[in-house]
């Protein structure tokens, strides 16, 4: 049995003037709407990345009767579920974000939330070295259960990087969580993810740039033996001091935390 913990970590409620058109939006991308920001943190299983299609919102309402879960506008990239989760490094958490473009009431006095967030998450970690591979189109490399091919080598599109590898496979490359490349003197070269694609769930790709230039690499592939969607329930309700616009009150806003028990 494992267990996660749901943490409602804040609360962004973003009301310009209308008459005002240089108050439409403030900072970067903040637009007018409601948005919580949710933590969800867990130690069983490493969490890969957070499937926004496969989630889904049950309800969004304050407690004066307004529907949040009914967009104004649909525009690309702007659902309910931020497109881009902040997953920690060491895979144990990440911070979502639950936006509405709707404003609550003036005079509401709590927001509840409903969801089901759905993680990609992997387990059982494995590492395995590749040695001396020549780095050359249609090289073949046996990792675990994956037959992982170099697709293309050349010179990176953009930066100052020396090496672009593009590696691709049949088997979804979720599985991998890092791929490191070493040179004949087993020195590690340094080396960044750039992209990550898929062709109709058939062909999955990852793109690395290395900082030297070389034609024969160790490499070595860290992957998951397993990896498993997870549900995880949202039922969040925070309680808000919401003022009409001009009080001098100040807001007051409860945070609460879920703990989660899941076979």
């Known amino acids: 049995m494992s267990t996660m913990t749901v943490l409602l970590i804040g609360l962004a409620i973003f009301r310009p003037d209308l008459k005002d058109p240089s108050q439409s939006e ?21 969490i890969i990345d957070v499937d926004d299609k496969a989630s889904k ?56 939330v409903k969801a089901q967030i759905a993680l990609t ?8 070295r590749v040695e ?15 037959a992982i091919k170099i697709a293309k080598v050349g010179k990176p599109d953009w930066g100052n990087a020396k090496l672009n590898i593009q590696l691709s496979t049949k088997q979804n490359l979720a599985n991998i969580k890092t791929v490191e490349f070493f040179d004949t003197d087993g020195q590690e070269i340094k080396s960044r993810q750039t992209g990550s694609m898929s062709s109709n769930n058939v062909v999955f790709m990852k793109s ?23 549900t995880v329930p949202i039922d969040i309700r925070a309680s808000v001091g919401l003022t009409p616009v001009g009080s001098e009150s100040e807001s007051a806003v409860s945070l609460p935390t879920t703990v989660i028990q899941s076979e």
């Open 26 to 46: 403030v900072g970067f991308g903040n637009k007018p709407g409601t948005t919580l920001h949710v933590k969800i943190m867990q130690q069983d299983k490493f």
């Open 57 to 112: 919102l049950l309800s969004f309402t304050d407690d004066k009767g307004t529907d949040l879960s009914k967009q104004k506008q649909k525009r690309f990239g702007q659902g309910w579920l931020a497109s881009f989760p902040k997953i920690a490094e060491d895979g144990q958490s990440c911070i979502i974000e639950i936006r509405s473009d709707r404003l609550p009431k003036a005079e509401a006095g709590q927001i509840t």
């Open 121 to 128: 998450c992997g387990s059982g970690e494995k590492t395995e």
């Open 132 to 146: 001396n591979v020549s780095l050359k189109p249609d090289i073949t490399l046996n990792v675990g259960p994956m």
């Open 208 to 230: 690395y740039n290395l900082d030297k230039k070389v034609d024969t690499a160790t490499i070595s592939v860290t992957y998951f033996e397993k990896v498993e969607s997870v």
